[in-house]
C-alpha cells in the first residue's frame, strides 16, 4: 500500500472512531434507562430526608428493586420470542407506571421542596415528606386519568382543510382517519366495535387507516381488527402499513385488511372522482419497510404517483410525518399521518420530537404541502394516555372556489 494509501486509512479510521464510541455508549442506554426510572423515584420517595421507620424504608425499597428487576422480565416475556399476553401488560403497565412517577418525583423533587423552604413549611423532614406524598397523590391521579383515557372511545376532532388545487366539485369531501389502534394483549374487541360504529356514524366519503393496526399477527390479532370490516364509506376505505405491522408479519395485516374490505395503498393510488372533479389518494408502505426484509416491500413515492395526472390534487397516506419531506419534494397536497400518538405520555412528546417533524394537528410544509399528523387512535404499550388524547379525526376538503363563494 501506497504512503497516500496508509494516510487516508488512517484518517478514515480516525473518522469512524468517534462514531464507534457513540455507538458503544448508546449501546448502554437500554440498561440504563431503566435504573434511572427505578432509582429516581426511590431516592426522592424514600431517601432524601423523610427518616421513614427502617421496615418502611427496607419495604419500599425492595419494592423498587423487584420493579428495577421484574419489568424488563416481564417485557422480554412479553415482546420477545415468547409473546406472552399477561407478561406484557404487566411490563407494559409498569413502564407506564414508573415513567410518571419518574417523571414527577424529578419536577416535584427539584421545584417544591425549594418552594416550601422559601414559604418556611416544616423543617427538612417534613418537606420530604409532603413532596413524597405529592408525588405518590399525582401519580395516582394521572394513572387512573390516564388509564380512563386510553380505554375510551376517542373523540371526534373535526376541521377544514382548504386544499387550493381541488375542484369545486369535491368540495365538502369527508375524510375520516384513524390510526395507531394498536390491537394488542388487551383484549379490545368491544372498544374496537365502538370505534368503527363512531366512524359510520360520520358519514365518511373516504375512510383512512394510516398504519399500526396491531402488535401482534394478523392471526393472533384478528378478533380486535375484525370489527374494521364494518366500516362504511361511499366512496373507498384505504390502508397503508405502519412500523409495527413490520414487527409481526407485515404481509398478513396486508391480506387481512384486503380481506375485511380495504383497499390496502401499497406505493399505489386510486382516484376519488365527484361532481367532475378528481382527487388522488395515494399511499406508501412505512419507511421502516425496505429494512424489514421483507420482500416487495418499500416506501417508494413515484410508485405511488405513477401513472396519475400531476394537474389532480393528491391526498397521500404515509404512517410516519418524517416522510414530508418526500411529500413537498413531490408536490403532494396533503399528507395524512399518525405514528407519534402525540407523545402519548407527557413528557414524551419531547423525545418524539427529535424523531418527527410534527407531533398532531396540522401543519404547512413548503409552499404547497399540508401535513395532518393523528395522535393517534388507539395506545401503545402502557395503557395511559397523559396529556395526549387519542382522536377520531374528520377531515372535511374545501375547494378555493366554493370557500370564497358567497
Known amino acids: 500500500m501506497t504512503e497516500t494509501g496508509n494516510t487516508r486509512s488512517a484518517a478514515g479510521e480516525a473518522r469512524e472512531a468517534p462514531r464507534s464510541r457513540l455507538q458503544r455508549v448508546m449501546g448502554y442506554i437500554p440498561l440504563i434507562a431503566p435504573v434511572l426510572l427505578w432509582a429516581v423515584p426511590c431516592w426522592v420517595l424514600l431517601h432524601t430526608g423523610q427518616h421513614w421507620p427502617l421496615p418502611a424504608e427496607l419495604i419500599g425499597t425492595a419494592l423498587f428493586v423487584l420493579g428495577l428487576i421484574g419489568m424488563p422480565l416481564a417485557m422480554v416475556r412479553g415482546h420477545g420470542r415468547r409473546q406472552q399476553d399477561r407478561a406484557a401488560i404487566v411490563g407494559d403497565t409498569l413502564l407506564g407506571s414508573v415513567w410518571v412517577l419518574f417523571t414527577w418525583s424529578v419536577l416535584l423533587g427539584v421545584l417544591l421542596r425549594p418552594a416550601l423552604s422559601v414559604a418556611g413549611v416544616g423543617d427538612g423532614q417534613d418537606r420530604a415528606r409532603i413532596v413524597t406524598w405529592a408525588v405518590l397523590g399525582v401519580t395516582a391521579v394521572l394513572l387512573a386519568w390516564g388509564y380512563a383515557e386510553a380505554r375510551r372511545v376517542p373523540r371526534v376532532r373535526r376541521l377544514d382543510v382548504r386544499l387550493p388545487r381541488l375542484g369545486e366539485g369535491l368540495d365538502g369531501t369527508r375524510v375520516v382517519l384513524i390510526t395507531d389502534t394498536h390491537y394488542g394483549p388487551l383484549d379490545r374487541a368491544r372498544w374496537s ?57 407485515a404481509q398478513g395485516w396486508v391480506d387481512l385488511m384486503e380481506e375485511l374490505g380495504w383497499e390496502p395503498l401499497r406505493n399505489r393510488h386510486l382516484l376519488l372522482e365527484r361532481g367532475g372533479d378528481t382527487l388522488v389518494v395515494a399511499g406508501v408502505d412505512d419507511v421502516t419497510a425496505e429494512s424489514s426484509g421483507l420482500a416487495g416491500h418499500r416506501a417508494h413515492l413515484d410508485g405511488a404517483l405513477h401513472g396519475a395526472d400531476s394537474g389532480f390534487p393528491v391526498l397521500l397516506l404515509a404512517h410516519q410525518p418524517k416522510f414530508i419531506d418526500r411529500a413537498v419534494a413531490h408536490g403532494i397536497d396533503l399528507q395524512l399521518s399518525g405514528h407519534t400518538h402525540g407523545g402519548q405520555i407527557w413528557p414524551f412528546h419531547h423525545l418524539v420530537r427529535l424523531d418527527q417533524p410534527a407531533l398532531a394537528g396540522l401543519s404547512r410544509h413548503g409552499t404547497r404541502t399540508l401535513l395532518y399528523t393523528s395522535r393517534g387512535t388507539g395506545f401503545w404499550g402502557p395503557p395511559f394516555r397523559v396529556l395526549a388524547p387519542s382522536e377520531i379525526t374528520l377531515l372535511v376538503l374545501r375547494s378555493p372556489q366554493r370557500s370564497t363563494s358567497p
Do not use: M
Request: charged share 25%.
Open 193 to 249: 366495535a365502538r370505534v368503527c360504529e363512531t366512524v359510520n356514524a360520520l358519514d365518511p366519503d373516504l375512510v383512512c387507516h394510516a398504519g399500526d393496526i396491531a402488535d401482534g399477527t394478523a392471526e393472533r390479532r384478528r378478533a380486535q381488527a375484525a370489527p374494521l370490516g364494518t366500516v362504511q364509506a361511499t366512496r373507498a376505505r384505504v390502508y397503508v402499513t405502519g412500523n409495527h405491522e413490520y414487527y409481526s408479519e
